[in-house]
């Protein structure tokens, strides 16, 4: 399986856009659209495009949260394409990368409290939760590096 990660342009970016969850996570995830149009408007957004071989098949935007912290704020990936292993090894990849920052101490990612799967999913990672974010509606989870 070849999974990359790809930077969004002008060329892929109505594809990141058409990408879709099922019925039942969209409760979950914030549409690729919108957050195309935050990282666009926002300094220090990055967005990254899930690709297997040629197609995109899924989507992340991460923060940097100051010099020693990296937040990521969105991970998708298209419900054709779930359960395929291809979302775990885009977060490897997307893990192995931020961890050759310098000076980076912690990585944290949010999801719905209530969402098991998440919550196992990134455990698996060494994500570790330490409570609910500032608005009180998703749990925080965060991977020391030091």
């Keep these: 399986m070849e999974v990359s990660l790809r930077p969004v342009t002008k060329d892929n970016y109505e594809a990141i856009c058409d990408l879709k969850v099922t019925e039942e996570q969209k409760q979950y995830v914030a549409s690729n659209l919108w957050s195309l149009v935050e990282a666009?408007?926002?300094?220090?957004?990055?967005?990254?495009?899930?690709?297997?071989?040629?197609?995109?098949?899924?989507?992340?935007?991460?923060v940097y949260a100051g010099s020693h912290k990296i937040s990521i704020w969105?991970?998708?990936?298209?419900?054709?394409?779930?359960q395929k292993n291809i979302g775990r090894t885009a977060l490897q990849m997307l893990l192995s990368d931020m961890k050759g920052k310098a000076g980076l101490k912690e990585i944290e990612i949010c999801y719905y409290p209530k969402n098991p799967v998440a919550k196992d999913f990134y455990a698996s990672f060494g994500f570790v939760e330490v409570g609910l974010d500032e608005e009180g509606d998703d749990m925080l989870a965060v991977l020391q590096l030091v």
């Design 40 to 62: 666009a408007f926002n300094e220090g957004y990055q967005t990254r495009a899930i690709y297997l071989l040629d197609e995109p098949v899924g989507f992340f935007m991460w």
């Design 74 to 82: 969105r991970f998708m990936v298209d419900q054709k394409f779930q």
